[in-house]
């Protein structure tokens, strides 16, 4: 039988004769590791299992309501990692690069009535889920 390195723990594992492109040994954390690799290359290449994906994660929440307001309230140690992270990532952005959060606006004036042409915005500013970051061109009053 062959050996080969595992990837994931990099200790020497014996190749399955019916796994002819195994890379991964058969520890339960190198397993894991495996799946999540494929999983992120799964939803990096085909649109229906991310759609899917997002769909049963949606559902999950509609399921839990709450569930991540109460988690930070249990875990205060999660938060400020978090808010460390994302301190760390704001300082490496450009200036001028923005994080638009659910119903943000720089402008609390009202638009004036009119049509308007809504452009999306792809100069690498971070929008929450189902938001767009875009572009607004007046291209008539009425």
Do not use: F
């Given at each position: 039988m062959s050996?080969?390195?595992c990837l994931a723990c990099g200790s020497q594992f014996r190749l399955l004769p019916q796994v002819p492109e195994q890379n991964h040994c058969s520890a339960p954390a190198c397993?894991?590791?495996r799946r999540k690799l494929w999983q992120r290359l799964k939803r990096a290449t085909d649109p229906a299992?991310?759609?899917?994906?997002a769909r049963a994660q949606k559902a999950?929440?509609?399921?839990?309501p709450g569930y991540w307001s109460q988690y930070r309230d249990s875990h205060p140690e999660y938060v400020e990692r978090n808010r460390e992270h994302q301190?760390?990532?704001?300082?490496?952005?450009?200036?001028?690069n923005l994080i638009a959060k659910m119903d943000a606006s720089r402008d609390p004036r009202p638009?004036?009535?009119?049509?308007y042409r809504l452009s999306m915005v792809q100069d690498g500013q971070i929008?929450?889920?189902d938001e767009w970051i875009v572009q607004?061109?007046?291209?008539a009053k009425t």
């Open positions: 050996t080969r390195r397993q894991r590791e299992y991310r759609d899917n994906q999950w929440l509609e399921r839990h301190t760390a990532r704001n300082a490496n952005r450009k200036e001028g638009l004036p009535s009119g049509t929008a929450k889920m607004i061109v007046l291209l």
